[in-house]
């Protein structure tokens, strides 16, 4: 009896880490946590969210039972050839260490809740969350500080914050604004990788390389007040700013870096606006450096669209995301291409900060007491024991500071996707009219990438049960297949439940 209790205790303190507080998102440091999970925990008993969420505690309890049981069984010998393996090719990775590529990852603030609340100004000072009350897809950052975060049930993040506002999605208009960053970014980096709409991955190395010959004029850009223009077109007329109105920016609660200047109209000076004192006055030059080069970009984005962008700048893609993430919202952090400074980075990090390392992996480690990229490292024999081999490689590159420096836009696509989460749908015709839906979609997508050629579609199907009213998630994934180029066509497959 009393182990039982002891049991379902344990499982109630891993479930807490599960679903509570992940105070490694930005924004959300500093919270009463122990506060937090409580109502989490009391807003979600007795649903099958939580149901759903135990049984998979479970199963993850059961895998650490069992990595534990394998560890017991290594023998010194074992560890000592693990050692050496492992060593080597950790010998041949550093050998192979890349620092003369300059790569930036660009991740818009609270991206949707961001577009949403410059749309209704009213929403600003508010906290919100887009999505439903089966699931957030982001909140702003008023909303983080009362726990509320992406990939939460809506009934749970009202149960944190009552006065929340959960605005519906709107992925067109989203589209729309990303398009207007892209094409930003591609003037520095032509083929910069997307990897969603609110955060791509750039090599400016080439772009550093050309702009250490530009004239001033050629980094200057110029502030205007009033409607946006389209493609930051120059424009004469200017209006003179106030100090207050340079060194406040509107958005979120957080005031501007002193080197950003706030929403308006933004152009490069032209040949007749070189001469114009006030236009001077009111320009800002950026230098020839990586670090002024996303500061222009964050500028020109924020100038454009009056959104926010943070920024990470390093030698390979891993660093650079979790950089982008240091001085959030609206700030950037740079790690020096040198060995040390990569080293000195990594040393005490978090594993969790760094992307692919999500709850479960995390939980794992820490059963065998690593939580840091230091500690990682120092176990990287006995990990290569126990996890497959690409994920003890993978671990021992975080662990050396080493990621991608090869960003991967172009090459032969061997499919495209759209996916969307709703609330329960019940009757077959709302069904198959939302599967039109996502087959136009995806439809449009590929006819703009110009892969007329691929057209039959596949649906399959992933159903999740969720929520505490038994909502019934599903998500579509569309892939495609090779078929004879006669134009996009739509074709729906059964859908069995």
Same mark, same amino acid.
């Given at each position: 009896?009393?182990?039982?209790?002891?049991?379902? #205790?344990?499982?109630?303190?891993?479930?807490?880490?599960?679903? #509570?507080?992940?105070?490694?998102?930005?924004?959300?440091?500093?919270?009463? @946590?122990?506060?937090?999970?409580?109502?989490?925990?009391?807003?979600?008993?007795?649903?099958?969210?939580?149901?759903?969420?135990?049984?998979?505690?479970?199963?993850?309890?059961?895998?650490?039972?069992?990595?534990? +049981?394998?560890?017991?069984?290594?023998?010194?010998?074992?560890?000592?050839?693990?050692?050496?393996?492992?060593? =080597?090719?950790?010998?041949?990775?550093?050998?192979?260490?890349?620092?003369?590529?300059?790569?930036?990852?660009?991740?818009?603030?609270?991206?949707?809740?961001?577009?949403?609340? $410059?749309?209704?100004?009213?929403?600003?000072?508010?906290?919100?969350?887009?999505?439903?009350?089966?699931?957030?897809?982001?909140?702003?950052?008023?909303?983080? =500080?009362?726990?509320?975060?992406?990939?939460?049930?809506?009934?749970?993040?009202?149960?944190?914050?009552?006065?929340?506002?959960?605005?519906?999605?709107?992925?067109?208009?989203?589209?729309?604004?990303?398009?207007?960053?892209?094409?930003?970014?591609?003037?520095?980096?032509?083929?910069?990788?997307?990897?969603?709409?609110?955060?791509?991955?750039?090599?400016?190395?080439?772009?550093?390389?050309?702009?250490?010959?530009?004239?001033?004029?050629?980094?200057?850009?110029?502030?205007?007040?009033?409607?946006?223009?389209?493609?930051?077109?120059?424009?004469?007329?200017?209006? @003179?700013?106030?100090?207050?109105?340079?060194?406040?920016?509107?958005?979120?609660?957080?005031?501007?870096?002193?080197?950003? +200047?706030?929403?308006?109209?933004?152009?490069?000076?032209?040949?007749?606006?070189?001469?114009?004192?006030?236009?001077?006055?009111?320009?800002?030059?950026?230098?020839?450096?990586?670090?002024?080069?996303?500061?222009?970009?964050?500028? $020109?984005?924020?100038? @454009?669209?009056?959104?926010?962008?943070?920024?990470?700048?390093?030698?390979?893609?891993?660093?650079?995301?979790?950089?982008?993430?240091?001085?959030?919202?609206? #700030?950037?952090?740079?790690?020096?291409? =040198?060995? +040390?400074?990569?080293?000195?980075?990594?040393?005490?990090?978090?594993?969790?900060?760094?992307?692919?390392?999500?709850?479960?992996?995390?939980?794992?480690?820490?059963?065998?007491?690593?939580?840091?990229?230091?500690?990682?490292?120092?176990? $990287?024999?006995?990990?290569?024991?126990?996890?497959?081999?690409?994920?003890?490689?993978?671990?021992?590159?975080?662990?050396?500071?080493?990621?991608?420096?090869?960003?991967?836009?172009?090459?032969?696509?061997?499919?495209?996707?759209?996916?969307?989460?709703?609330?329960?749908?019940?009757?077959?015709?709302?069904?198959?009219?939302?599967?039109?839906?996502?087959?136009?979609?995806?439809?449009?997508?590929? +006819?703009?990438? #110009?892969?007329?050629?691929?057209?039959?579609?596949?649906?399959?199907?992933?159903?999740? =049960?969720?929520?505490?009213?038994?909502?019934?998630?599903?998500?579509?994934?569309?892939?495609?297949?090779?078929?004879?180029?006669?134009?996009?066509?739509?074709?729906?497959?059964?859908?069995?439940?």
């Amino acid at each position: 009896m009393d182990s039982t209790k002891e049991k379902n #205790g344990n499982y109630k303190d891993d479930l807490l880490l599960r679903m #509570g507080l992940n105070d490694n998102k930005a924004g959300m440091e500093g919270l009463d @946590k122990e506060k937090i999970n409580k109502i989490i925990m009391e807003a979600t008993k007795g649903s099958r969210f939580y149901g759903n969420e135990l049984k998979k505690e479970k199963q993850v309890n059961q895998r650490i039972e069992n990595m534990m +049981q394998q560890k017991a069984q290594i023998t010194s010998q074992q560890l000592r050839k693990a050692q050496l393996q492992v060593d =080597r090719f950790a010998m041949e990775l550093e050998q192979s260490r890349d620092l003369n590529n300059t790569i930036v990852h660009i991740d818009m603030d609270a991206f949707y809740a961001a577009v949403e609340m $410059r749309d209704n100004p009213e929403l600003k000072d508010k906290p919100i969350a887009v999505g439903s009350s089966s699931m957030l897809s982001t909140s702003n950052y008023h909303a983080r =500080r009362f726990g509320v975060r992406a990939a939460m049930p809506g009934f749970i993040a009202k149960r944190l914050c009552p006065q929340l506002i959960i605005v519906p999605s709107n992925f067109d208009k989203y589209r729309a604004v990303s398009k207007e960053v892209k094409e930003i970014l591609a003037d520095y980096d032509p083929n910069f990788m997307a990897m969603s709409l609110d955060e791509a991955y750039l090599n400016i190395t080439k772009h550093l390389q050309e702009r250490q010959n530009w004239p001033e004029d050629k980094r200057r850009y110029f502030i205007k007040t009033g409607h946006s223009l389209e493609n930051d077109k120059p424009r004469k007329e200017v209006n @003179k700013l106030s100090e207050h109105e340079r060194s406040i920016s509107p958005l979120l609660f957080e005031d501007s870096p002193p080197d950003l +200047q706030p929403p308006g109209n933004t152009s490069q000076v032209n040949s007749e606006e070189q001469n114009n004192p006030q236009i001077l006055q009111n320009s800002v030059v950026f230098g020839t450096s990586a670090e002024e080069v996303v500061k222009e970009i964050r500028f $020109r984005i924020e100038q @454009k669209t009056t959104l926010t962008a943070s920024a990470g700048i390093a030698p390979n893609t891993m660093l650079a995301k979790v950089c982008s993430d240091k001085n959030k919202p609206n #700030g950037q952090y740079q790690i020096l291409p =040198r060995r +040390q400074a990569v080293m000195d980075f990594i040393k005490d990090l978090p594993i969790r900060k760094v992307s692919g390392i999500g709850k479960v992996t995390e939980k794992m480690l820490k059963a065998l007491g690593i939580t840091t990229c230091t500690e990682l490292y120092q176990q $990287r024999a006995l990990l290569s024991l126990l996890f497959s081999e690409s994920s003890w490689r993978y671990f021992l590159h975080i662990s050396m500071g080493l990621g991608s420096t090869h960003l991967t836009r172009d090459g032969e696509r061997k499919s495209m996707s759209v996916e969307r989460t709703f609330s329960e749908i019940s009757k077959a015709e709302e069904q198959y009219k939302l599967c039109q839906e996502l087959c136009n979609e995806l439809a449009q997508d590929l +006819q703009k990438e #110009g892969l007329k050629e691929y057209g039959s579609l596949v649906f399959p199907v992933k159903k999740i =049960r969720n929520t505490n009213n038994g909502v019934l998630l599903v998500s579509y994934r569309l892939e495609t297949k090779p078929c004879p180029p006669l134009g996009v066509q739509r074709k729906l497959t059964k859908i069995s439940f």
